[in-house]
């Protein structure tokens, strides 16, 4: 069986320079893609600042929103936790969940960060252990962060069953590729399909490689990076898509 994935740091709900609330039209646009398994990076879980100011903004946590339609199973990790609400990463999919948790990886509490590790089972009952992440923006964080991503891989995830790692890596060096790949022996999707990452930030003026889909014990077949045409209007991130083969156990 193929299963699509697609990875996005939605900016909470708003357009690049929070100008307009544009979280129904990131559903619209989600749901066109038809994606198994969503993994979401800055989503609200509550939140009561936004909702006296905009009349389109839902009385129901973000990924709840997101979900309704289409993907009938998701989890929630927050990572950031205020007066007003929480935001944090979510994972949408088709496909039930046997468990789920969310390990905080902050370094200090002016920058939550957490990774969210879900176990979906596959038609068939295959286990695909899912692991959505957001990393820090200085170096030195995202190394323990790192450190600790590949801690919780070795520890949790058995070697024969297959793997996923997507999110917002913030890691415009490319150094969690090679760290992956030697420790985990993971492949990163556009760098094994072309040759090298997407770029997808900003979504308006694509430079940086800020966001991942890596892999192990799946085939992959196809790659997109949603940048252009409605996507731009959206995020200050792009969302990448990807389709792979799912080996029979």
């Given amino acids: 069986m193929d299963?699509?994935?697609i990875t996005y740091n939605i900016h909470k709900g708003f357009s690049a320079g929070n100008q307009r609330f544009v979280l129904g039209r990131i559903r619209e646009l989600l749901e066109e893609e038809h994606a198994d398994v969503v993994f979401l990076q800055e989503i609200h879980g509550s939140t009561r600042r936004y909702r006296k100011k905009l009349g389109d903004f839902p009385d129901v946590p973000h990924f709840e929103y997101l979900a309704d339609r289409l993907w009938p199973h998701y989890a929630y990790g927050k990572n950031a936790?205020?007066?007003k609400g929480d935001h944090g990463n979510a994972i949408l999919s088709k496909y039930p969940f046997r468990f789920w948790e969310n390990i905080d990886i902050s370094n200090h509490r002016l920058a939550s960060r957490s990774i969210l590790h879900g176990i979906v089972e596959?038609?068939?009952g295959q286990p695909l252990h899912l692991l959505c992440v957001h990393m820090?923006?200085?170096q030195a964080e995202r190394s323990?962060?790192?450190?600790?991503l590949v801690e919780r891989i070795e520890s949790h995830v058995p070697h024969d069953e297959p793997l996923l790692i997507a999110g917002d890596f913030n890691d415009w060096k490319l150094r969690a590729s090679q760290h992956f790949e030697d420790d985990l022996e993971v492949r990163e999707l556009f760098s094994e399909l072309t040759g090298r990452h997407a770029r997808t930030f900003p979504v308006w003026l694509p430079v940086l490689p800020m966001d991942r889909i890596y892999a192990?014990?799946?085939k992959a077949h196809a790659c997109a990076c949603l940048a252009s045409g409605p996507w731009r209007q959206l995020s200050d991130h792009a969302a990448l898509s990807g389709v792979y083969g799912v080996p029979p156990r």
């Fill in 3 to 5: 299963i699509k994935v």
């Fill in 81 to 83: 936790i205020y007066r």
């Fill in 216 to 218: 192990r014990g799946l």
């Fill in 136 to 138: 820090g923006l200085f």
């Fill in 144 to 148: 323990r962060q790192l450190d600790t």
């Fill in 122 to 124: 596959l038609p068939g």
